[in-house]
């Protein structure tokens, strides 16, 4: 904070705090209503599918299915994400059933869900998703594999074994006995489930809007059921009879593992569901319903694995085919996912001889194609591309051919000796070009890389130049010492080194005190002109060129593909960005935006002449209308930033001082000199305090006279009236590196936080 930023204090009634809000009726949105149907109708053949699979009586998938919808969706930290029985889990609960029985399995989810208590309360939740997205991808698809290998038997007519090389040597003879009934519902099953969203016309259109697995079922059961097909159905005992859970009994070591495996599986699915739940939900138009507390989540998570387990239900944990049905069939809060619950129990309990009429062959074809599509080639493509490719495949055949929590402990061992060699890998080489000696180091230079990077450097003559490329991204503290020595004694005995590169400083040909310099290695941006001497060694188109060269060498071989589609597809940016031509405002960084994203104005003291103004530029309203009717952008952004000199000029500006084109420009900012002065209007402020001076003050009041005059211009008037543009003000604080926002009453500046939330909601300014 500046010096004239007093600390804020926290205040009942503060103007960014929710005011307590009256007591009103339970409400129910329509949106909230359509998409808990649409959940329903996909949950209740996947989890009979899936207590089919685990081999646990069939309706544990339905109390599974209940409690997540009633007891996660209430409890739970992701208001959108559907939890209940998943396909993920299907291999551990199997393997629990088939060592320790149904009610036993029922006990160590109770145990589970108290463990995950534990950890919510520990508030690590967030630890789960530092595991490699390669391991996780990984442990989805070697389970998808199990799932598809047993339950291709049941498609076949036969039973599945216990384990993926059983059933795999067992396949030959369940091929040469199949059953035929038992084959036709399956492939059925599979042709509805993968024509249905792919119907051509303006009726596919609309029949897309009944879930493609409800249809498959209920195609293969009205079948069954019209032809007399003899195939073993659906059997759901009395719930009289329903199995409840029992205390665990065992060696303790096998039941603790067994809970532990649970417990992972269940919180890193759920929570990486939860934070995919949020992109959905980010990407949809509209409202988002908020970012998800994870903490949270994992405390209704477990809550609901306790109720689950002590029903006699399935674990539970959140599931991505039902969560993204909801995010986009329109669901706004959490009361979709209840709802959802709420249905499902009625089926339990007035839909059973409907139930028990649909193939078993029908159920295992859907499972067996959810397991498929576990196997995602896009997940494939990914790892392969961040070079993880040996951390998916250990995880995968570790979770077929040893179990789940030997996979993933498997593919986390690989991950962390993948990154441990990458850090450890450095190649250095020296050659001669020239008379200059060149020292290239390509990759990390750590401690262990000292005793090569001496070596290589002993190599160039005294007195010799040398040139010491650094190719990567990260140097400790070892190797920074060994290369500052080194360069201090060479050019003390009459040699000139140059340092280019990642991780580079800039050319000097004498030797400069170690203590003058304040760069570190990790941070060799920032401040770094202040260590070496300028003019004449370093003069600017030499400066310009050793940036261009820097970022031909490492920043365009990461960048070349994403340009490539742009330069193919040309320019579709979302916003325009009104900014000042401060050299201290970076656009790219404070909005965390790449190539694509945003179309830039930047002016002295980031103003819009409105339309028809004497002297006027038609440069803005040009920019202004190519973006708002060429380019078609959702919002446009005036962006003001403390210290600002244009701002400082036009209040020591004398009334008649027009007499360069630098004064005939700031006449622009005359309204927002009046605005100031004028004492009818409210001055526009920061949130928690008052302007730091008289400066400050004029640099907010211009941001919001500037989104007058935007206003003012006929694309903008017009775009505005059909809802297609929205107008923000936002300062930033260079100082402080704080970025504000003007709130929807124009008047105050809000505060966005480290997690893209401010204070309020931030609408387009009145």
């Known amino acids: 904070m500046s010096s004239c930023s007093p600390p804020r204090t926290q205040h009942p009634h503060a103007p960014h705090s929710t005011p307590p809000a009256a007591p009103r009726r339970f409400r129910i949105e329509g949106a909230d209503l359509s998409a808990s149907l649409a959940v329903f109708l996909i949950a209740l053949p996947l989890s009979l599918g899936i207590a089919l699979a685990t081999g646990?009586?069939?309706?544990?998938?339905?109390?599974a299915a209940a409690v997540g919808g009633l007891v996660a969706g209430r409890l739970g930290g992701s208001p959108l994400q559907v939890s209940g029985p998943a396909a993920g889990l299907t291999v551990v609960t199997a393997d629990l059933i088939h060592r320790y029985g149904w009610r036993v399995t029922c006990g160590i989810t109770v145990l589970a869900g108290l463990a995950q208590l534990g950890l919510g309360c520990l508030r690590v939740a967030s630890a789960a998703l530092?595991?490699?997205?390669?391991?996780?991808?990984?442990?989805?698809?070697?389970?998808?594999?199990?799932?598809?290998?047993?339950?291709?038997?049941?498609?076949?007519?036969?039973?599945p074994d216990s384990s993926v090389l059983a059933n795999l040597i067992a396949l030959p003879a369940q091929l040469a006995h199949l059953h035929p009934a038992a084959v036709s519902m399956s492939a059925?099953?599979?042709?509805l489930l993968l024509a249905w969203p792919r119907a051509p016309g303006r009726a596919g259109r609309l029949t897309r809007s009944i879930p493609a697995a409800l249809v498959a079922v209920a195609g293969a059961t009205a079948t069954?059921?019209?032809?007399?097909?003899?195939?073993?159905?659906?059997?759901?005992?009395?719930?009289?009879?329903?199995?409840l859970a029992s205390l665990p009994e065992g060696p303790v070591l096998g039941i603790a593992a067994a809970v532990l495996t649970t417990t992972l599986v269940c919180s890193v699915q759920s929570l990486l569901g939860a934070v995919a739940v949020d992109k959905l939900a980010a990407a949809r138009p509209g409202t988002p319903a908020g970012r998800s507390d994870l903490d949270r989540e994992l405390l209704g998570q477990g809550a609901a694995n306790i109720v689950s387990g002590a029903l006699g239900g399935l674990p539970v944990a959140g599931v991505a085919v039902r969560s993204s049905a909801n995010v986009r069939s329109g669901a706004v809060s959490r009361n979709s996912t209840m709802l959802h619950g709420v249905l499902v129990v009625v089926a339990a309990l007035l839909m059973v001889p409907l139930l028990e009429q649909i193939p078993l062959a029908s159920l295992a074809a859907l499972v067996m194609a959810v397991g498929i599509q576990m196997v995602s080639l896009h997940h494939i493509r990914t790892v392969t591309r961040h070079r993880e490719v040996p951390a998916y495949a250990a995880t995968t055949l570790g979770v077929v051919f040893l179990g789940v929590l030997e996979g993933v402990a498997l593919g986390v061992a690989v991950a962390v000796a993948l990154a441990l060699r990458r850090l450890a890998r450095t190649r250095i080489t020296h050659e001669q070009k020239e008379g200059v000696h060149h020292v290239h180091v390509r990759g990390q230079l750590t401690f262990l890389a000292v005793p090569r990077l001496s070596r290589a450097l002993h190599l160039v003559p005294q007195g010799a130049h040398a040139v010491v490329e650094l190719d990567g991204s990260f140097m400790d503290h070892a190797a920074y010492e060994?290369?500052?020595?080194?360069?201090?004694?060479?050019?003390?005995?009459?040699?000139?080194?140059?340092?280019?590169?990642?991780r580079s400083g800039v050319r000097t040909t004498?030797?400069?005190?170690?203590?003058a310099c304040h760069c570190r290695p990790w941070t060799p941006w920032r401040n770094h002109r202040a260590c070496f001497p300028k003019a004449p060694f370093a003069p600017v188109p030499h400066e310009l060129a050793r940036g261009i060269g820097s970022f031909q060498r490492n920043t365009a071989p990461l960048v070349r593909e994403e340009l490539a589609r742009l330069a193919r597809e040309g320019q579709q940016p979302a916003q325009l960005f009104l900014t000042c031509a401060d050299s201290r405002l970076v656009t790219s960084m404070i909005t965390s935006s790449g190539p694509g994203d945003l179309f830039v104005v930047r002016n002295i003291g980031n103003l819009v002449p409105p339309p028809g103004e004497e002297y006027g530029d038609d440069s803005v309203a040009a920019a202004v209308e190519y973006a708002v009717e060429v380019l078609g952008v959702r919002s446009v952004t005036v962006c003001g930033h403390s210290g600002c000199g244009a701002m400082q000029a036009l209040l020591t500006a004398g009334?008649?001082?027009m007499a360069t084109p630098l004064r005939r420009w700031l006449g622009h900012g005359r309204p927002s000199l009046e605005r100031l002065a004028d004492d009818r209007r409210t001055r526009p402020r920061l949130a928690g305090r008052a302007p730091c001076d008289e400066v400050e003050e004029l640099c907010l009041t211009n941001v919001v006279q500037q989104l007058e005059h935007l206003r003012a211009h006929p694309p903008v008037a017009r775009a505005l009236a059909t809802g297609a543009l929205e107008l923000h003000g936002m300062y930033f604080h260079v100082g402080e590196a704080q970025a504000y926002l003007l709130d929807r009453t124009g008047k105050v500046f809000e505060d966005v936080r480290d997690d893209g939330s401010a204070a309020e909601e931030l609408r387009s300014p009145v």
Do not use: C, F, K, N
């Open 510 to 515: 004498d030797p400069a005190p170690r203590a």
């Open 655 to 657: 009334p008649g001082d």
């Open 224 to 243: 069954a059921a019209l032809t007399g097909l003899e195939l073993p159905r659906v059997d759901l005992p009395s719930w009289r009879s329903h199995a």
């Open 188 to 191: 059925l099953t599979l042709t």
């Open 130 to 159: 530092a595991v490699s997205p390669a391991v996780v991808h990984g442990m989805l698809a070697g389970i998808g594999v199990t799932i598809a290998v047993a339950q291709l038997h049941i498609v076949l007519g036969g039973s």
């Open 56 to 63: 646990a009586p069939l309706q544990a998938g339905l109390v």
């Open 482 to 502: 060994s290369l500052q020595d080194w360069r201090s004694t060479h050019t003390a005995r009459g040699g000139s080194t140059e340092l280019s590169g990642r």
